[in-house]
């Protein structure tokens, strides 16, 4: 018979309740504060559900009404210093963060509110509104919300989509010598999600300072917790992790700030991270003024046997009871909040002259200008401003026949020497440089930098994201084939590519994503893709695209200096290529925005990029009959997009031949052919041409993979097509 032993959690599982004692002993001054936001926050989230009921909150009106306990207990103990991120359901946790940072030493509810409480309180609600006041000028709305100056890192529409960033934030301040903490806050829903899992376990090797908050408040949407998962018990999560877990009742403010302030000198101490899991109850539907009983997933007993348990009832009784308050203390602080809102709302509404008696409508002043629509989707480059740049006509250093691949790790070794950058990805820290050399000797000159991760696309690519949204380091994120992009998706294109405009156009967002094309190679339909068009349709994200030794150091520099995200895309085609390139000056930028004729002509016009321009050299040497002027292009995206350069070739050939190596269905030409028609209609003999692979990925056969991509063959054929020659 087998002999069995019962194993252990390595980690403590605790659950957190207050006593008659603790109540006794805790600061009179810390319990009023505690009441005093709990009741401005109340009294802000009635008075949005208000103006949803009247038709003036544009969108949704997520509640957090019932929930406030959990976040007012868990953010007193943090300071201005340490970092909060939310979900949907966010209002009282940025609330609570802002109103903490502008009163660090408490409030009184005994007193009229401060003027920067009153702010703080203005300012989210016109957010909420939609309006140019607010936080995010009114481009969040009620689920992204963000104040950086408050640690206040954003709300997140995507359910656990901030998880991963609250790691980067957590990474940002620990290398950075500080005792700062991360707080990332969200629901039974999220527990359940792959970036959620991974990002704990990211956390947990690194020993991060980040505190993994999860509100149960037992419904997502209307699909109750016991449904999805066998152990409702959610901070369970944090054994199988590793990572100390609390669990506490979060309709006890004090029993949730007890918790919270052991977890966070757990944190502070350098020993990792934390999951704190509060029960709490949302007194309404997932969304506006209606309770969940009205949509029939719950029934009015349950409802009522929760506000039994009101957070903001029993701090007031507990106040009353020690003699901190009377009870005409609370209800005078309570009609003060009540008239606080009021009065901010009559800030920003008005009568409406075409209404009904009564009925209001949102001032017109208030609302932002139509025109600053596309403001902030990237930044205005003034990082540039002094930079030294020069192309291979203006470069005065030294050069010589360089190997692609040695100027790719040697530019990335001079950057980290020289700037604050972090280079992250599977591998990355092994094998001489990776799977392709590509950081040879940086995990030995900087190992405290160059982070080799767990296979989880999402969630260091998310933590990168918040690397950059802190600022204070530049991260690289190497995804060892441009396929894996799609298992990142949710971090690169819905948080990254967003981030800036959404929050209000002024968030800088310093990341470089670095990726490798691998049509070819025989790695088949996963490994091969071409990501330039994806990325060309979505908003936020520049794009580099460097053929030659020489254009990789300059584009890498720009990429790298740049407070935009940048995905830097390769070939495998061009790791192994020689060219000319800088010996030892690796300190210069190639001009954002420039590309650069590779052959002159007057026949045609060629645009490519990547390996895709040497073969269309080589078709246009081969045919010898066309005089084809061939552009690289470099920069891809729509805002970098060198039109200078391509309108006066089309003017001069009036024939356009795009040439790319992907799919059909992805690929980038599609875009870049239809804005070419529309900007140089009058001068094209006829509509643009263009060289693409089939509709199928390449597979791992080699006379398949040959037959979907395309090549020099491909450009030869089309040119011959295009000029009868």
Excluded at 42 to 50: D, M, S
Excluded at 394 to 410: C, N, Q, Y
Excluded at 422 to 439: P, S, Y
Excluded at 607 to 628: K, N
Aim: charged share 25%.
């Amino acid at each position: 018979m087998p002999e069995h032993r019962k194993l252990t959690a390595s980690s403590p599982w605790i659950e957190v309740t207050t006593t008659e004692q603790d109540w006794k002993a805790a600061d009179p001054q810390l319990l009023r504060s505690m009441f005093a936001q709990t009741l401005l926050i109340r009294a802000f989230e009635e008075y949005v559900l208000e103006l949803a009921g009247q038709g003036l909150i544009h969108g949704p009106a997520h509640s957090s009404i019932g929930q406030e306990g959990g976040a007012v207990g868990s953010i007193l103990p943090l300071t201005s210093s340490d970092f909060v991120n939310g979900s949907h359901r966010g209002h009282h946790q940025f609330l609570a963060k802002a109103l903490g940072h502008v009163a660090p030493e408490g409030i009184d509810p005994r007193q009229p509110a401060d003027p920067a409480v009153a702010e703080v309180l203005s300012r989210s609600l016109a957010e909420i509104c939609g309006l140019s006041r607010g936080f995010c000028r009114g481009r969040g709305g009620s689920m992204h919300l963000q104040w950086k100056e408050a640690g206040a890192m954003g709300t997140n529409a995507i359910v656990g989509g901030g998880v991963p960033q609250a790691a980067g934030f957590a990474w940002a301040a620990k290398q950075a010598g500080t005792d700062a903490v991360s707080v990332t806050y969200f629901g039974d829903g999220a527990v359940n999600i792959g970036s959620v899992l991974e990002t704990m376990n990211l956390a947990a090797a690194w020993r991060l300072p980040v505190c993994f908050f999860i509100e149960n408040n037992r419904y997502a949407v209307s699909t109750h917790v016991d449904e999805v998962t066998a152990e409702p018990r959610l901070s369970a999560r944090g054994l199988g992790f590793n990572i100390p877990s609390w669990r506490v009742d979060g309709m006890d403010p004090l029993a949730v700030h007890l918790a919270m302030t052991e977890a966070v000198a757990h944190m502070r101490s350098g020993a990792g991270p934390t999951i704190v899991e509060a029960d709490v109850y949302r007194y309404f539907h997932q969304n506006g003024p209606f309770p969940g009983s009205a949509f029939g997933y719950r029934t009015k007993a349950e409802e009522q046997e929760w506000r039994a348990r009101d957070p903001l009832a029993r701090l007031a009784e507990r106040l009353v009871a020690r003699g901190i308050l009377g009870a005409d203390d609370v209800e005078a602080a309570t009609e003060r909040a009540k008239r606080l809102m009021a009065s901010i709302g009559d800030e920003i509404l008005e009568a409406d002259p075409q209404g009904k008696p009564g009925q209001r409508r949102i001032k017109p002043g208030e609302w932002p200008d139509p025109a600053f629509r596309d403001v902030g989707v990237r930044g205005d480059l003034g990082e540039f401003t002094g930079a030294r740049t020069a192309d291979r006509d203006t470069f005065t250093g030294r050069t010589a026949r360089r190997k692609f691949i040695d100027v790719v790790s040697e530019v990335m070794r001079r950057r980290m020497d020289v700037d604050p950058v972090v280079v992250l990805g599977e591998d990355v820290h092994r094998l001489k440089g990776g799977t392709n050399g590509a950081t040879r000797g940086l995990a030995e000159a900087h190992p405290d930098r160059v982070l080799g991760t767990p296979i989880s696309e999402n969630a260091f690519t998310g933590l990168a994201g918040g690397i950059a949204l802190d600022g204070r380091y530049t991260p690289v994120v190497e995804l060892m084939y441009a396929d894996f992009m799609w298992v990142a998706a949710d971090q690169i294109f819905n948080q990254i590519g967003k981030a800036r405009h959404m929050f209000g156009g002024d968030s800088d967002v310093p990341l470089v994503l670095r990726s490798k094309v691998a049509m070819g190679t025989g790695y088949g339909s996963q490994h091969s893709m071409d990501p330039a068009g994806i990325f060309a349709t979505a908003p936020g994200w520049r794009i580099v695209a460097p053929s030659t030794p020489f254009d990789y150091v300059g584009l890498m520099n720009s990429a790298l200096r740049c407070k935009d995200p940048v995905v830097v895309i390769e070939h495998v085609d061009l790791y192994g290529s020689v060219g000319e390139g800088p010996v030892d000056d690796f300190d210069y930028c190639l001009p954002v925005g420039k590309a650069v004729v590779r052959r002159t002509g007057s026949d045609i016009t060629v645009l490519t990029y990547l390996a895709m321009t040497g073969y269309a050299l080589d078709a246009v040497e081969r045919l010898g009959t066309v005089d084809a002027e061939v552009i690289d292009l470099r920069w891809l995206d729509r805002a970098s997009i060198d039109w200078e350069t391509i309108g006066a070739s089309i003017r001069k050939t009036n024939n356009v031949l795009i040439a790319e190596q992907g799919p059909l269905g992805t690929s980038y030409g599609s875009w870049l052919a239809d804005e070419i028609q529309r900007r140089f209609f009058d001068w094209l003999d006829q509509p643009v041409q263009r060289v693409h692979g089939a509709e199928a990925s390449p597979s791992i056969s080699k006379v398949l993979e040959r037959a979907a991509i395309a090549q020099t063959d491909e450009i030869v054929d089309r040119l011959k097509n295009i000029t009868g020659r």
